[in-house]
């Protein structure tokens, strides 16, 4: 009687974790009713719990359910933070190749700077433009023999001709002088 009346005021969970109070509301109820006949209780014990299978199954269930959820959240973390690093990974590559084109160019503006100025001192009669449109058109040249060199390159349409090269080393010119500003 006094387990039929303890018993359904708890979750079944705690059930299981307060079977220790249970005996002890037992082990009183057996007393108070026992020690008239001249019997001492001396421990009362609860050895197992056993609710019906259908309960058992829910149980089994929720615990598995719980036990995915914890799962997923932690394959999403871990997905997240592999996400992350690749990510900051990816930054750092950008930013280090950016560095690198950079020092690049600063390299070429100043190799043309140093040929140019060599040049012009030791060919008497030239100007440095005149240096520079041909180191330029030169440039130009080993550009269109890469491209065409090259298996993978596909169709390019350069306008090619004596006032498109002008052109070319004129806009050359502008974006090296513009590299050269902004350094």
Partial sequence: MVIRATVPKLNLD???????????AV???????????????????????????????????????????????EKAEAEKIIQIKRAEGEAEAKYLSGLGIARQRQAIVDGLRDSVLGFSGNVPGTSSKDVMDMVLITQYFDTIKEIGASNKSSAVFVPHGPGAVRDIAQQIRYGMLQASLSN
């Fill in 27 to 73: 082990e009183d109820e057996l007393e108070q009713a026992l020690s008239t006949c001249g019997f001492e209780i001396v421990q009362t014990l609860i050895v197992d719990i056993e609710p019906n299978e259908h309960v058992k199954r829910a149980m089994n269930e929720i615990n598995a359910a719980a036990r995915l959820r914890v799962a997923a959240n």
């Fill in 14 to 24: 705690n059930v299981f974790e307060q079977k220790s109070e249970i005996a002890k």
